[in-house]
């Protein structure tokens, strides 16, 4: 070795005396003070209606901060400077610091939401209006008054976490009510129904509307092609591609259920019920124009922005209730997603305030995780095709996308005791000596109460894989058209005809104006000369349409 790189090997191994290191300290003092005032020109309370922490603490002095640490708990002495061979020399592994702060950054990312990924939370409060309990003996709603904490997701369907909010899409809304009897969680969207009535579809459906495997862009040549097979998708189209797809804010849109549930009350008597939140600040949408102009996080921005001012969004819920008699009257399947439940009359049973913002995003809004499965007695699944799949794959997704213990996070777990034999698995955290993690025991009992089973229920059917009955996949779309002021069936027109124009397939193109046509023939007329489709076409693809009804639905629309 020679003489002058030995001299700095010692150097570097040399212990360095603590008066050294004092002005290493100063300059990670410096970055707190030097940072406030530029903070302070623009206060995050203006940004995004947040109360703000920089410009409140700028002031304070360095020994009223708190001493960073490692996450083994043990002082940090550089968080500027990794750990060097001198001056010019290489970084060296044994800096403990920057290895674990690069290793934890490196982690920071969850898988985000395979669907939904793009939202925003708050928190909030339900109280009831009515009491309900002739019909459920579900605890929240057991007297006027009675009060539930909530926590609320808003969010896109399609596009990626980092999405301009302003993409058209259906829009979730998603209640957690933390009721004395266990979370319920009302997993719904903005709109009234959905593209499609059974479960297996849905990954079909979500791969013909996200990204092009190929390109990595959302192509309506995809979509529309998987649509044009799918007629009962025509009611939500009319929604999605209507001006309700593009909302000037969450606090301006209804919320649904959509799927029907069933309610049970004590004496296990039961009813079906659709729930809907009506917004008390009403329903505003932009135009598809004035959305693909606003600013990338609009919606979140207002949401935060009125919460942070004292202005709290409110809704209204209202539940539709009937008897299996009275759905057995309905023209349509009542259990099929796709249809509303048009002329059953709504009735107030709650409100639900909006007035806190969470204190961090990731874990709140990010790590939240709504399930459908998460019912509480009282409110069990209906036969709906599809919420029976939703049954299973929330749940799931969340054990992959958190983990085995999501439930434990503070936003997820809820405010009663669980108590069941469920154990490790990763980030387990669990409290207490626990040795009897087996049931039945008499050493250490645990009840189960037969009260809280499903309520029983008859099932007198042929096993089988067959479409459902009474499919009518047209006539609501159509009724929803009519409805609309003659400005909104203009931009209807309009959005539509902006994806549907650019699909290269002339079949795709005449079926989706076949379908439209069978629900409207103005908006079918309008639509075929928007996107140049003859409308000789279009009554040709009706004719076949009908003709195969006999095989695809036993001859019934
Ligand atoms: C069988 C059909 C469906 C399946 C398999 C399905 C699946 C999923 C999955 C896997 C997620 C991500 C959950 C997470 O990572 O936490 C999700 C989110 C969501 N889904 Fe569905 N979904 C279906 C239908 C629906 C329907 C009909 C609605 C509306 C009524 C809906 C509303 C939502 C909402 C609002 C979210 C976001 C929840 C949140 O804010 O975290 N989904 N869905």
Redo the contacts with the bound molecule.
């Keep these: 070795m020679k003489q002058s790189s030995k001299a700095m090997l010692l150097t570097a191994i040399a212990i360095t005396p603590l008066s050294a290191l004092h002005g290493q300290t100063q300059v990670e003092d410096r970055m707190t003070t030097v940072a406030a005032p530029i903070a302070a020109s623009k206060p995050m309370s203006a940004q995004a209606g947040v109360a703000g922490t920089v410009d409140s603490k700028a002031g304070q002095t360095s020994a009223a901060s708190p001493q960073m640490t490692r996450d083994n708990g043990a002082p940090i002495g550089s968080n500027r400077n990794s750990l060097t061979a001198g001056d010019t020399g290489p970084v060296l592994l044994e800096d403990t610091t920057l290895i674990e702060k690069l290793a934890r950054f490196d982690r920071e990312r969850v898988p985000e939401?395979?669907?939904?990924a793009r939202?925003t939370g708050a928190l909030g409060i339900f109280r009831a209006t009515a009491d309900l309990s002739d019909i459920t003996r579900a605890s929240l709603f057991a007297q006027p008054g009675k009060e539930t904490p909530v926590f609320v997701?808003?969010?896109t369907?399609i596009h990626p976490s980092g999405s301009p909010e302003g993409m058209r899409d259906p829009h979730?809304?998603?209640v957690k009510f933390y009721t004395d009897q266990g979370n319920w969680d009302l997993?719904?969207?903005n709109l009234p129904i959905?593209f499609i009535r059974d479960?297996i579809q849905?990954p079909d459906m979500i791969h013909s509307l996200k990204p092009s495997p190929v390109t990595n862009k959302q192509d309506p040549n995809r979509f529309f092609e998987f649509f044009s097979g799918t007629p009962e998708a025509t009611n939500m189209l009319v929604h999605v591609y209507s001006n309700l797809g593009t909302p000037a804010s969450y606090r301006t849109m209804d919320g649904?259920?959509?799927?029907a549930f069933k309610l049970v009350n004590k004496d296990g008597k039961t009813v079906f019920a659709k729930f809907r939140w009506i917004s008390k600040q009403g329903v505003k949408s932009l135009t598809g124009d004035a959305a693909s102009k606003a600013p990338p996080n609009y919606l979140t921005d207002d949401l935060y922005g009125e919460i942070a001012s004292g202005n709290f969004p409110s809704w209204d819920l209202m539940v539709q209730t009937m008897t299996a008699e009275e759905l057995g009257k309905l023209t349509f399947n009542p259990f099929d997603?796709t249809k509303e439940w048009l002329d059953a009359p709504f009735r107030k049973i709650g409100e639900m305030t909006l007035n806190q913002v969470p204190e961090n995003f990731f874990r709140w809004t990010e790590q939240?995780?709504?399930a459908p499965a998460n019912l509480v007695p009282g409110i069990e699944a209906s036969p709906d095709r599809?919420l029976q799949?939703?049954l299973f794959?929330?749940s799931d997704?969340?054990r992959y996308?958190i983990g085995a213990n999501v439930m434990d996070l503070p936003v997820n777990r809820p405010r009663v005791p669980v108590v069941n034999n469920y154990q490790d698995g990763q980030l387990d955290a669990a409290m207490g000596k626990v040795d009897v993690n087996y049931f039945p025991s008499v050493t250490a009992r645990k009840a189960v109460d037969p009260s809280f089973a499903p309520t029983p229920y008859k099932v007198d059917a042929i096993v089988q894989t067959a479409p459902i009955s009474r499919t009518e996949p047209f006539d609501q779309a159509g009724r929803f058209y009519r409805s609309l002021k003659p400005a909104d069936k203009a931009d209807l027109v309009k959005n539509l005809a902006g994806d549907l124009g650019v699909v290269t397939s002339a079949r795709t193109k005449v079926i989706m104006v076949s379908y439209f046509t069978q629900a409207d023939k103005d908006l079918g007329n309008r639509l075929a000369k928007a996107v140049n489709v003859p409308m000789g076409d279009v009554n040709r693809a009706i004719a076949e349409y009908d003709a195969s009804l006999d095989a695809r639905y036993g001859g019934e629309r």
Excluded at 256 to 259: F, R
């Design positions: 939401r395979v669907v939904h939202g997701r808003f969010s369907v979730g809304f998603a997993v719904g969207n959905f479960a849905f649904n259920g959509v799927h997603d939240s995780a709504f599809m799949g939703r794959s929330y997704t969340q996308r």
